[in-house]
């Protein structure tokens, strides 16, 4: 579990750095992108608690969470946007 949190917040924070560097000629894309990861990243503390112990995401995390998946497709962990998705139609997935 400890070796899946040290993954997770390597892939979190490398992520978060490498939004701004556009890939492309799109420059408002990537502005875009970043901004939507810098709404999710007050929420780190919740997703390191849902990987710690298993508390729950705030509703206000997992929309910023779904926004920046939107937006940033391939820079937020696939588990992450997932439990986001099942919280949101099924509610809190660890009550």
Known sequence: MRKL???LLFLFTFSAFTAGQPS????SDQV???DRLRRVKPCADEIFGLIRSKQPISSSCCTAILDAAGECPNDLPF???EYCRLVKIYGNIFA
């Open 32 to 34: 875009s992108c970043l």
């Open 79 to 81: 588990l992450l946007e």
């Open 5 to 7: 949190s040290i993954f």
């Open 24 to 27: 492309s000629g799109n420059n």
